[in-house]
């Protein structure tokens, strides 16, 4: 305990976090509005009229039902909020080689695991707590979007509390992977650029891939986009299980084995590798 203490009082005594969280805030803030946009225009729009296939068109119906819309608005702030929690776990570990404070760290507490396991933590209660913020955020404004869409608050849909507290493990979970991959990017200035780039590119990309192939190759190949992490941490707070995507419960499997791998592999590497 007194070792987590320590790495949050680490984090506390740097701008870092609270510079991460201004910055979530902000995006949060875009995405509820283009969240709200789309449902808007979604709620005006026939799916067989907008030149999908059949399967697709299924998709965007029941994503327009209104516990489906609803989750999606409570929920809001997800894709940007878990790469800035994945970005400040990776920099509890980079800001020990940033600031050169790793040997001393080590000395300290000759047990390198145990550091490790402090640092996923705090990471992981970093990450909830960025998580609690925007959730009570949107508890407070969405009820009213939802009232403008004339579909009420949906507070007594058990699929929207079920995708909040989903949406609280991916949060977490990404916090873990933040760690992993402070340990294999040592610099703090290529874990932020490497980090973002893989995870913007990486989900539009994929978003686009499976989009474009999945109707000539068939419906199985679509599945696999859980395989994709930011994928798969959209599928795990989808309101009810949407046509053509696996089970929620599928995303959350693939991110823990994320989540277990790069925490595991973290704690492996800050063992045996030599700290300068």
């Known amino acids: 305990m007194n070792l987590v203490k320590a790495e949050l009082f680490k984090i506390r005594s740097t701008s870092t976090w609270w510079i991460l969280g201004l910055i979530t805030l902000g995006l949060w803030a875009l995405t509820l509005l283009i969240n709200w946009a789309g449902s808007s225009i979604n709620a005006g729009s026939d799916p067989a009229e907008q030149g999908l296939t059949a399967d697709q068109a299924e998709q965007v119906r029941v994503a327009n039902e209104a516990v489906n819309v609803a989750s999606n608005l409570y929920t809001s702030g997800q894709f940007f909020g878990v790469l800035m929690v994945m970005l400040l776990g990776a920099i509890i570990v980079t800001n020990e080689f940033f600031h050169q404070t790793a040997t001393t760290t080590f000395l300290v507490t000759p047990r390198r695991e145990s550091v490790v396991i402090a640092k996923l933590i705090a990471s992981t ?42 949406n609280g493990l991916a949060y977490a979970l990404w916090a873990i992977l933040g760690v992993g991959a402070g340990v294999l990017i040592r610099s703090q200035i290529g874990a932020t650029i490497a980090l973002s780039t893989i995870y913007v590119i990486g989900y539009f990309g994929a978003t686009t891939l499976f989009f474009l192939l999945t109707p000539r190759i068939g419906e199985w190949f679509g599945k696999l ?40 592999l973290g704690t492996w590497l800050m063992k045996r590798r030599d700290i300068a």
């Open 125 to 166: 209660l970093l990450g909830l707590g960025f998580w609690l913020v925007t959730t009570l955020l949107n508890l407070i404004f969405v009820p009213f979007i939802l009232n403008a869409l004339d579909v009420g608050p949906q507070f007594g849909e058990p699929a929207i509390w079920r995708a909040m507290g989903l």
């Open 225 to 264: 986009q859980v395989l994709v992490p930011p994928l798969a941490s959209q599928l795990m707070i989808s309101g009810t299980e949407l046509p053509g995507n696996p089970p929620r419960w599928v995303g959350a499997v693939v991110l823990i084995g994320y989540a277990v791998a790069a925490g595991g």
